[in-house]
């Protein structure tokens, strides 16, 4: 006796595709709701229904923008919108860069790591001061190393006090197991 299995049915996997954030832009011309509305001009402001607000912008061939939705009335003001827009996005910009988060650079070098080394090492550490990172300098110890603490503290410390022009200090010289870390920070008054 012969039994039949349904076939097992491929489903095709769907890739996940993301959706696209629906673009948040002001309202204009007639997608105002507000039976009146603030409009600005210049420097002055009037009260006046939408009617007359939209009938002002189609004689100076502009549009009619709401610029604050939630005011009482809502704020317009007439203008191209594809200038607003572009004005709003170099603004969004400019507070992004502005916004820019700091970061912790770690710089490593060895007990034995020789004068001209550490010197490309604290030229990459004023590099990362000046554009306001934080920069986290690590001594590392092998083996016998481990006998003589005092002198990779002391290597650490020289590294520290040589940056102290261009910063302050985060973290005072420390051990942590095999290593001994500090951490520097740029000084509060100066931009790079």
């Known amino acids: 006796m012969l039994i039949h299995y349904p076939k ?5 996997r769907r890739k996940h595709i993301p ?14 709701r507000a039976p009146e509305v603030r409009l600005i001009d210049g420097e002055e402001s009037v009260t006046m229904t939408v009617a007359a607000a939209l009938e002002r912008a189609q004689e100076e061939e502009s549009d009619l ?4 939705p939630k005011a009482t009335p809502p704020v317009v003001k007439i203008t191209d919108f ?9 603004k969004e910009q400019k507070q992004k860069a502005h916004n820019k988060q700091t970061e912790v650079k770690m ?21 990362f001061l000046s554009e306001r990172h934080l920069v986290k300098l690590v001594v590392r110890l092998r083996g016998r190393e481990m006998t003589n ?4 503290r002391q290597k650490l410390a020289g590294l520290v006090e040589e940056l102290m022009d261009v910063s302050e200090v ?23």
Do not use: C, W
């Open 170 to 192: 985060e973290q005072e010289v420390k051990p942590q197991g095999n290593q001994f870390t500090a951490i520097v920070r740029p000084k509060r008054g100066e931009k790079g």
């Open 19 to 32: 959706v696209k954030k629906k673009e948040k832009r002001p309202r204009i011309n007639e997608e105002i």
């Open 149 to 152: 603490k005092d002198y990779a």
């Open 65 to 68: 923008i709401e610029i604050s």
């Open 107 to 127: 710089l490593r070098f060895s007990f034995r790591t020789e004068k001209h080394d550490l010197d490309r090492i604290l030229d990459r550490a004023r590099e």
């Open 82 to 90: 594809g200038r607003y827009m572009y004005q709003l996005q170099k």
């Open 8 to 12: 097992p049915t491929l489903q095709k």
